[in-house]
Each structure stands twice: as C-alpha cells, then as structure tokens.
T-cell receptor
C-alpha cells in the first residue's frame, strides 16, 4: 500500500458528461501529480500541484482541470467527456517537488 | 523533449530464467532514472532508481545501472519467479520549471511460466 488513496476505483459514464476524480496523498506529502494511462498514448503526465499551487502542466486537455485543496487532497475534473478519454487515471504524491513519486491504485474511467 | 524507449513486449520466460528488459533514454540534462512495476489491478510501485551516472539501483533481486555513455538503464534479474509477472516501466525525471514530472516508456509486459 503506497498510502495514496484514489476514489472511485471505477467510473462509467456517457459522452458529454462531467466527472471528478479524487486523490488523497500520503501523509506529509505536499506535491500531487496526475497521470493518464491509455492503450494508445501510454502513461502521460497531466499536471502537478505543490502545496495548493499548480507547478507543472503536461499534455492536459483544456476540458480537464485540477486543483489541490488546503488539506492537500486533489481533484481532477474531466468535462465534455469523449470516448477517447476512457483510460486509467493515476495520482501520485511526493514529499516535495523533486522527490520520489508514490502512486495510487488509479481510477478506471469508461466513457460509453 | 525527453523520451524513454523500452524493448517491445510481451516477454515470456520460464521460472529461474535470466531477465533483461532494455531501456534507453533521450534527455537534455542529467535526469534520475527509475524502474516502476505494475502488478495486475494495482498502481505503479517504485522498483529501483539511480540518480547519477554509474549508479546501480537494486531491489528484490532486480538491478539496473545508469549508463550515461550509452544512455541506457537496462533492468536485469538473475533468476525470475512467477510472482515477477507484471508490467515494467522505465522512466526518467524531467525537471520542468523547477518541478519534476516523470516521462515513462511504453511498458513491457513480463509473464513468467512455472
């Protein structure tokens, strides 16, 4: 158990809908990262937050957004969902911006 | 940008066989290198890491050496077990505007038969 908690484990929704994925980092970790794992794109970095502030952006679509709250948990919001958004979404956390990242078990999103 | 290339899978071996999974990278700076493992239905777990040239990371019988001259970080294990069946990801840390992100290879699925 990495100590990183992601909910829900599975999410099934329809095209055009909006969903929110939640991540609770390891106790004491200030940095949260989001990654997308899909069959065609592999594992791709989406976005990083550190102590509530956005620090780095990767291949994140404009339809996607994230935030990190004062209690350090993070949410990834996906809107106007398309079939191609079906993927496994991982959250990772680290003590600071440069440390080893520990991954949660992921949220599997299926867009039908 | 930075990138990681892993050997194509899937790889199927018999128990107690020798394992090598090749990984090469392209980076402008001096990244840290990692191997992560993903067991079925689980998230990624850090297997080992190396932070500078000639460093050797090791864990659970797995080893990898950071080779700057060949830009490689090949994963090896002398005698694999059925429990090693998983997907293995090579990754590098890309420092971007003072923040770290991981760049992953495409993953190599390993199956060990008894």
């Amino acid at each position: 158990d990495s100590g990183v908690t992601q909910t829900p484990k599975h999410l099934i929704t329809a095209t055009g809908q909006r969903v929110t994925l939640r991540c609770s980092p390891r106790s004491g970790d200030l940095s949260v990262y989001w990654y997308q794992q899909s069959l065609d794109q592999g594992l791709q970095f989406l976005i990083q937050y550190y102590n509530g502030e956005e620090r780095a952006k990767g291949n994140i679509l404009e339809r996607f957004s994230a935030q990190q709250f004062p209690d350090l948990h993070s949410e990834l919001n996906l809107s106007s969902l398309e079939l191609g958004d079906s993927a496994l979404y991982f959250c990772a956390s680290s003590v600071d911006r440069m440390d080893i990242q520990y991954f949660g078990a992921g949220t599997r999103l299926s867009v039908l | 940008g930075d990138s990681v290339t892993q050997m194509e899978g899937p790889v199927t071996l018999s128990e107690e066989a020798f394992l090598t999974i090749n990984c090469t990278y392209t980076a402008t700076g001096y990244p840290s290198l990692f191997w992560y493992v993903q067991y079925p239905g689980e998230g990624l777990q850090l297997l080992l890491k190396a932070t500078k040239a000639d460093d050797k990371g090791s864990n659970k019988g797995f080893e990898a050496t950071y080779r700057k001259e060949t830009t490689s970080f090949h994963l090896e294990k002398g005698s694999v077990q059925v429990s090693d069946s998983a997907v293995y990801f090579c990754a590098l840390s890309d420092l971007h505007q003072g923040a770290q992100k991981l760049v992953f290879g495409q993953g190599t699925r390993l199956t060990i038969n008894p």
